[in-house]
Nanobody, 126 residues
């Protein structure tokens, strides 16, 4: 098992930026598939971004493409989500997730990941 801890959330004005971090401990390594999801009150958990270790592909939801960037630092066992040009509709709890065996068809689905962080709140408001 790998333990995930997110940080970096907070309150930001529309148009602002935040960088979320997710640090792994336990059974860490470079063989994980990673993802960020978010969940707003009363809504289902929504895919934001994902990184597949096979081919090193990165995927983004259409709603964040061009504004959010996934990155990782293997030496720190940490993945990041750089969020720019934030909008009020980006307000949600953001979760990182990891799994060794995510199948391609579940890359954008929470079912594809067994390991989750506790979430970090992002609020975009003026």
């Amino acid at each position: 098992q790998v333990q995930l801890v997110e940080s970096g959330g907070g309150l930001v004005h529309p148009g602002g930026s935040l960088t979320l971090s997710c640090t792994a401990s336990g059974r860490t390594g470079t063989r994980y598939n990673w993802a960020w999801f978010r969940q707003a009150p009363g809504k289902d958990r929504e895919f934001v971004a994902a990184f597949r270790r096979s081919g090193s592909y990165t995927y983004y939801a259409d709603s964040v493409k061009g504004r959010f960037t996934f990155s990782r630092d293997n030496s720190k066992n940490t993945v990041y989500l750089q969020m720019n040009s934030l909008k009020p509709e980006d307000t949600a709890v953001y979760y990182c997730a990891a799994d060794l065996n995510t199948i391609l068809s579940e890359t954008r689905n929470p079912r594809g990941y067994d390991n989750w962080g506790q979430g970090t709140q992002v609020t975009v408001s003026s």
